[in-house]
């Protein structure tokens, strides 16, 4: 929704996800079930390994990809600049499930947020030495998330980002 909000011309986008990670194929479900609610059509496209990244964006722009929106997973998480820095050479916008992402060269992102997801651990931790049954324990749900956009990226591709989406923006990068 963000990304369609930041550049509402979009119409066609590519979903890079790992069919092998949970996390990864609940996201891109979720997004494939929205995209068509937005006036968007989106068309999946699966990272295995590193190797596939290449032949993916091969694939993407022979599609005519307008933008590219980016799951998590572990081929994701460490292949995250290269995937930036080809998304960023296409010159089209992106969105991230990942804040790690915009910060190694993506355009946004809108995620749980790490640091908070910590403090959170931690205070788990401390009940658990203070004498608490981690069964007893409740599981919780991230409640703050992030909207994370990357100035120096947006510049580089030349587009500029909606007043809107910059106000409610939790970090940006310059």
């Known amino acids: 929704q963000l990304l369609k909000e930041a550049f509402p011309r979009i119409v066609h986008v590519v979903l890079l996800f790992e069919p092998d ?12 079930e929205t995209a068509p609610r937005l006036g968007m059509r989106v068309t999946p496209i699966e990272l295995r390994q590193p190797a596939d990244i290449g032949p993916a964006f091969t694939r993407a722009t022979a599609l005519g990809a307008q933008a590219y929106i980016v799951t998590t997973g572990g081929t994701i998480g460490n292949q995250r600049k290269e995937i930036a820095d080809r998304i960023i050479r296409l010159k089209v916008p992106s969105m991230f499930a990942n804040s790690e ?19 959170r651990a931690a205070a788990y931790v401390d009940k658990i030495f203070k004498g ?17 956009i990357n100035m120096k990226t947006a510049k580089a591709l030349g587009i500029k980002i909606p007043q809107s989406i910059l106000v409610r923006a939790d970090k940006v990068i310059e």
């Open 132 to 148: 608490a049954q981690p069964g007893d324990l409740p599981i919780e749900q991230p409640t703050k998330f992030e909207l994370v």
């Open 21 to 32: 990670n949970v996390g990864s194929v609940s996201q891109a479900k979720e997004i494939e």
């Open 101 to 119: 992402v915009v910060e190694a060269g993506g355009l946004m992102s809108y995620s749980t947020s790490f640091t908070d997801n910590f403090h």
